[in-house]
Structures are given as C-alpha cells and as structure tokens.
C-alpha cells in the first residue's frame, strides 16, 4: 500500500558530497518520524538521522556536523545531505518512515530498498 522509493546513491571518493532523496507513495493519511538507517557488512543496522514531524533532528553521533536530515511534508519526502564522507560511512541506506495510512490506524513503520552508498578512492 505504501511505498518508500530511494535515490541518490552511488560511489563518491572520500570527502565527497551525496543527497539521498526518499519518497513516500501511496494510501497515505500521515507521516510522523522520517529517518534514514545504514547497514555495512556484518554490522548491524543503524540509526543514522532521524527527524520529527515538526523538524526536530536526531544523528548518530559519527556523522555529527557532517550529515544533515530535512523533509519536505508537502512531498511526502525525506533527506539526506552527506558531506565529508568517509569510508566508514560505506553501506546500504534505508529510508524509513512511520506512516499512518488509515484514520482509525496508527502509524506503522515502512522501510525502503536501500540505496548502496560507496565512499572509495
């Protein structure tokens, strides 16, 4: 029924710059958090931004002042500025979004496909 598209991913050298869009499609009443999760290789996956419905941010703190979550409420869609990028930050991102598609529902969790993000030189 609900449907997170990702975009903007790809392989950039160190200290290099990606924005990774998401878009929300489909029966949709309400979005509240919106956040974007990385999994690397044998690790887990984790948290790495996160912001409210009224704009309150969250970030991991390894990608503290590099990093940089928004949202645009009217486009169903959120963000992901990457600045500075590092190895380390080599993953799959996942959108996820808490997406209330029913009046009498509340808000569930959906995730997107993920978008590979490779910092190489």
């Known amino acids: 029924q609900v449907q997170l598209v990702e975009s903007g991913g790809g392989l950039v050298q160190p200290g290099g710059s990606l924005r990774l869009s998401c878009a929300a499609s489909?029966?949709?009443?309400?979005?509240?958090?919106m956040g974007w999760f990385r999994q690397a290789p044998g690790k887990q996956r984790e948290l790495v931004a996160a912001?409210?419905?009224?704009?309150?941010?969250n970030y991991a703190d390894s990608v503290k002042g590099r990093f940089t979550i928004s949202r645009d409420n009217a486009k169903n869609s959120v963000y992901l500025q990457m600045n500075s990028l590092k190895p380390e930050d080599t993953a799959v991102f996942y959108c996820?979004?808490?997406?209330?598609?029913?009046?009498?529902?509340?808000?569930?969790?959906?995730w997107g496909q993920g978008t590979q993000v490779t910092v190489s030189s």
């Open positions: 996820n979004a808490e997406i209330k598609t029913g009046r009498g529902t509340p808000h569930y969790s959906y």
């Open positions: 489909g029966s949709i009443v309400s979005i509240n958090g």
């Open positions: 912001i409210s419905s009224g704009g309150s941010t």
